[in-house]
């Protein structure tokens, strides 16, 4: 499966955005999908998941600012993220999960300015 991330940019702490990833493969529905988000220096960290079938759950450090929300009928999940503050700024890479097997997207740059 083709991921392509989007909706990455430059925003003002407190303000919102939307990240979107688009899978190429048409049973989307059965791969279980997730965002994770790597800031420079730091380690890649799981920031919100949405199992095929299953309840969404996202970090501790986003929650009730973040949702994940797919779309199986886009092949598209989505990333809205509110409040956002300056140690939000990573690159959010889209991934999918099937049995173990993980594809990832190019990732998309969000920098969140104080």
């Known amino acids: 499966v083709q991921l392509q991330a989007s909706g990455g940019g430059l925003v003002q702490a407190g303000g919102s955005l939307r990240l979107s990833c688009a899978a190429s493969?048409?049973?989307?529905?059965?791969?279980?999908m997730a965002w994770y988000r790597q800031a420079a220096g730091k380690e890649r960290e799981l920031v919100a998941d949405?199992?095929?079938?299953?309840?969404?759950n996202v970090a501790d450090s986003v929650k009730g600012r973040f949702t994940i929300v797919r779309d199986n009928n886009k092949n598209t999940v989505y990333l809205q993220m509110s409040s956002l503050q300056p140690d939000d700024t990573a690159v959010y890479y889209c991934?999918?999960?099937?049995?173990?097997?993980?594809?990832w997207g190019q990732g998309t740059e969000l920098t969140v300015s104080s």
């Open positions: 949405a199992p095929s079938g299953g309840t969404t």
């Open positions: 991934n999918a999960n099937l049995a173990g097997f993980h594809y």
């Open positions: 493969r048409v049973f989307f529905g059965i791969y279980n």
